[in-house]
């Protein structure tokens, strides 16, 4: 009996080339924020993910934002402070 795909989670490809943002790390190093969503262990894996970036790239400074919940978007505050003071942002979902 021959396989039937039903559903494929691969997003298609672009149609056209997405551009890179024109915001870039300062050669004295990268500011770099992180935005936890509330989910138990997202802390644990954003720490883990700014180390190992910590490994290739200077980190000059870490900016840390929490969601009051993970269905909640950011608060407009806390999105402005991290499109001011950082040049990155990691955002992780845990469970």
């Known amino acids: 009996m021959p396989l039937t795909l039903c559903a494929s989670p691969e997003a298609p ?4 080339a997405i551009p890179a943002t024109s915001k870039r790390a300062a050669a ?12 138990s262990n997202a802390d644990h894996l954003l720490r883990f993910l700014a ?4 490994e290739s790239v200077e980190i ?7 969601k009051y919940s993970a269905s909640r978007p950011l608060d407009a505050a806390a ?14 979902m845990a469970d």
């Open 13 to 16: 490809p672009p149609a056209q």
């Open 28 to 39: 004295a190093g990268l500011r770099l924020g992180l935005l936890d969503n509330s989910k």
């Open 79 to 92: 999105l402005d402070k991290l499109a001011q003071e950082t040049d990155f942002v990691l955002s992780a």
């Open 60 to 66: 000059t400074a870490l900016v840390k934002e929490r």
């Open 51 to 54: 180390e190992a970036a910590g």
